[in-house]
């Protein structure tokens, strides 16, 4: 059964500090997609790494993907108070099937 | 806005009874997916449909069903409501066009607001 681990589960930083959240998954995998929650809102798409070495960045968040370590990274950097929220990874396995990992509830304190 | 219409936002029903929640994808969008929010469990994948049929299933009760319909909303069926069940139940819609091998091109998930059914 695929497992998508994602860690640290809650992290709390100081604005301007550097972050890194890790996302695992258990099996071959062509896509990855990470995403943003606000407190009481709906699921909002932030990237999607469709290939091995993939890296997108927006604003201060930057997304990577390792296929062969099944590893995947969303990394923070000088984090603001307004990128407080929950982020999940999410894994496409067969047929556009996507499985979510537990999310990461971040909280940036000033 | 993402386009995706869940209704109804919120539904306090008891137990033993039966719930219908609605969701309208994107403009567009051939399929439709239903997920599960609950404090200890996360965000559980239910089932997918496109364009009408079945093609993945997650964790689904054998007390839940949906269908998709020919204008492609969907409709999610609980019923014999438990406790257990109260959650945040959110669709989600991709445009997920179909390859001729079966498989799709694949696109991020759009999601609705959500319905938040207590039982009691």
């Known amino acids: 059964e695929l497992k998508v681990e994602q860690n640290p589960l809650f992290l709390s930083m100081q604005e301007g500090k550097n972050y890194t959240i890790y996302c695992n998954y258990s099996?071959?995998?062509?896509?990855l997609y990470w995403y943003r929650q606000d407190p009481g809102k709906s699921l909002e798409s932030l990237f999607v790494?469709?290939?091995?070495?993939a890296v997108k960045q927006e604003g201060r968040l930057m997304a990577s993907l390792d296929t062969k370590a099944r590893l995947s990274t969303l990394h923070i950097t000088a984090a603001v108070h307004d990128l407080s929220a929950t982020y999940f990874c999410a894994v496409e396995i067969n047929n556009n099937d996507m499985r979510f990992g537990a999310g990461t509830r971040l909280t940036v304190k000033p | 806005d993402s386009g995706v219409t869940q209704t109804p936002k919120h539904l306090i029903t008891a137990t033993g009874q039966r719930v219908t929640l609605r969701c309208s994808p994107r403009s567009g969008d051939l399929s439709v997916y239903w997920y599960q929010q609950s404090l200890d469990q996360g965000l559980q994948f239910l089932i997918q449909y496109y364009n009408g049929e079945e093609r993945a299933k997650g964790n689904i009760l054998e007390r839940f069903s949906a269908q998709q319909f020919p204008d492609l909303h969907s409709e999610l069926n609980l019923s014999s409501l438990e406790l257990g069940d109260s959650a945040l139940y959110f669709c989600a819609s991709s445009v997920a066009t179909e390859r001729p091998d079966f498989r799709f091109y694949n696109s991020p998930l759009h999601f609705g607001n959500g319905t938040r059914l207590t039982v009691t």
């Open positions: 099996t071959t995998s062509d896509r």
């Open positions: 790494l469709l290939s091995n070495g």
